[in-house]
């Protein structure tokens, strides 16, 4: 079954069930000055299945024929009915459907409310209440002093600071309100980027280059391991994701894990792992956790259903605007030989860009996301 966050709504039937309506609009829950975000919503499609309701924005419906016929030749089923409205009013529309959306924040709450899963969402969402937690079912983490407003942050904790060191929001997303402070200076500088009254953390920089995301899934009442990727990072920024992760430390977030699911988390959820080698020895460290789908997870859905189990996931740019000026011929995914290109985040090549899945060994990986690299 794909990999989809599901809840039925007070009243809902068990039948009911396996129909589902997705809204993975991303705008209450994202960056600002994220080039297209607005678009993000189409990435969903791949997880759904025939009888499901997605609802997407009304600028994907122009490139709605060329994504349908892209899945249709690779064989990646999908739903056909759709909604044309990202509103959080369709969700209660659509009552005799579970409910699967990005992220159960405000809005989801208000239309199909689950008290518990939105109360730990927001609880866990918040970095400074993620160390909190972690401190106490001891799950490793870097050295991290949190503060509950940035003027709390006095000039001995910037003198003790362990630099280089990373000050941080304690709510972010995308990588936004995180600064790298490579002496006082630096630190003293970024604390005056945050308006007055925001919480914040100090953490030790993580001398690495290996970040994991191990995602989980609760699915009816059952919390089960998902997978394991290896992000790609520009700096901060997530950019991509690698199946299968060089390894599998589930056993640092488990307690964790099964804590959130306790206290009635939903869907897929995931945490960010560094992995330390040294002097022989490999550490594990947990990050930060995402009470959410986040970018490993609609491609991590497709090539579940597609039977894919080696793959990149990355965000191409591209010259292009329109899915039917791309030159996909050769390259899209042949389901005998399990290689070749898939498009995930389809919407946002209105503005240049996509994220594509590419199956394969890594050496096929890398000659097939080059090829299309010259294509673009």
């Given at each position: 079954?794909?990999?989809?966050?599901?809840?039925?709504?007070?009243g809902d039937s068990a039948a009911a069930a396996a129909r589902r309506i997705f809204n993975h609009d991303i705008m209450g829950c994202t960056a600002e000055g994220v080039t297209g975000n607005h678009l993000y919503s189409g990435r969903a499609l791949g997880a759904t299945e025939p009888g499901d309701v997605i609802q997407l924005h009304p600028e994907?419906?122009?490139?709605?024929?060329?994504?349908?016929?892209?899945?249709?030749?690779?064989?990646?089923?999908?739903?056909?009915?759709?909604?044309?409205?990202?509103?959080?009013?369709?969700?209660?529309?659509?009552?005799?459907?579970?409910?699967?959306?990005?992220?159960?924040?405000?809005?989801?709450?208000?239309?199909?409310?689950?008290?518990?899963?939105?109360?730990?969402?927001?609880?866990?969402?918040?970095?400074?209440?993620?160390?909190?937690?972690?401190?106490?079912?001891?799950?490793?983490?870097?050295?991290?002093?949190?503060?509950?407003?940035?003027?709390?942050?006095?000039?001995?904790?910037?003198?003790?600071?362990?630099?280089?060191?990373?000050?941080?929001?304690?709510?972010?997303?995308?990588?936004?309100?995180?600064?790298?402070?490579?002496?006082?200076?630096?630190?003293?500088?970024?604390?005056?980027?945050?308006?007055?009254?925001?919480?914040?953390?100090?953490?030790?920089?993580?001398?690495?280059?290996?970040?994991?995301?191990?995602?989980?899934?609760?699915?009816?009442?059952?919390?089960?391991?998902?997978?394991?990727?290896?992000q790609v990072l520009d700096g901060c920024v997530h950019q991509g994701n690698r199946f299968p992760a060089r390894c599998e430390p589930w056993d640092c977030v488990e307690p964790m894990a099964?804590?959130?699911?306790?206290?009635?988390?939903?869907?897929?959820?995931?945490?960010?792992?560094?992995?330390?080698?040294?002097?022989?020895?490999?550490?594990?460290?947990?990050?930060?956790?995402?009470?959410?789908?986040?970018?490993?997870?609609?491609?991590?859905?497709?090539?579940?259903?597609?039977?894919?189990?080696?793959?990149?996931?990355?965000?191409?740019?591209?010259?292009?605007?329109?899915?039917?000026?791309?030159?996909?011929?050769?390259?899209?995914?042949?389901?005998?030989?399990?290689?070749?290109?898939?498009?995930?985040?389809?919407?946002?090549?209105?503005?240049?860009?996509?994220?594509?899945?590419?199956?394969?060994?890594?050496?096929?990986?890398?000659?097939?996301?080059?090829?299309?690299?010259?294509?673009?």
């Amino acid at each position: 079954m794909a990999a989809v966050s599901v809840t039925p709504a007070a009243g809902d039937s068990a039948a009911a069930a396996a129909r589902r309506i997705f809204n993975h609009d991303i705008m209450g829950c994202t960056a600002e000055g994220v080039t297209g975000n607005h678009l993000y919503s189409g990435r969903a499609l791949g997880a759904t299945e025939p009888g499901d309701v997605i609802q997407l924005h009304p600028e994907l419906r122009s490139e709605w024929p060329s994504i349908r016929a892209h899945y249709a030749r690779i064989g990646l089923d999908h739903c056909n009915e759709v909604v044309w409205d990202t509103s959080h009013g369709v969700l209660a529309e659509h009552r005799e459907h579970a409910v699967s959306v990005f992220f159960f924040g405000d809005g989801e709450q208000r239309v199909r409310p689950d008290r518990r899963w939105f109360g730990v969402v927001e609880h866990i969402n918040c970095k400074n209440r993620f160390m909190q937690a972690a401190e106490a079912l001891g799950v490793p983490v870097p050295v991290t002093r949190r503060f509950a407003r940035v003027e709390d942050i006095t000039p001995a904790d910037v003198e003790q600071a362990p630099y280089p060191c990373y000050l941080k929001a304690a709510v972010s997303v995308s990588g936004v309100g995180i600064y790298r402070c490579a002496d006082k200076a630096a630190l003293a500088a970024a604390m005056q980027r945050y308006p007055a009254g925001t919480p914040v953390q100090i953490q030790e920089e993580v001398a690495t280059d290996v970040f994991l995301n191990l995602q989980y899934e609760v699915e009816g009442e059952t919390l089960s391991r998902y997978a394991a990727t290896e992000q790609v990072l520009d700096g901060c920024v997530h950019q991509g994701n690698r199946f299968p992760a060089r390894c599998e430390p589930w056993d640092c977030v488990e307690p964790m894990a099964r804590w959130l699911h306790a206290e009635g988390m939903r869907g897929v959820f995931a945490f960010d792992v560094a992995v330390l080698e040294h002097a022989g020895e490999t550490r594990h460290l947990a990050i930060e956790c995402n009470p959410r789908f986040n970018g490993a997870s609609y491609p991590t859905a497709v090539a579940k259903k597609l039977g894919v189990n080696r793959w990149l996931a990355q965000v191409f740019k591209t010259r292009h605007r329109r899915l039917a000026d791309l030159d996909l011929g050769g390259l899209e995914l042949d389901p005998a030989t399990g290689e070749g290109v898939v498009l995930i985040n389809w919407g946002p090549i209105k503005v240049g860009k996509f994220l594509a899945l590419i199956a394969g060994d890594e050496q096929r990986q890398q000659a097939i996301a080059g090829e299309l690299r010259a294509r673009l």
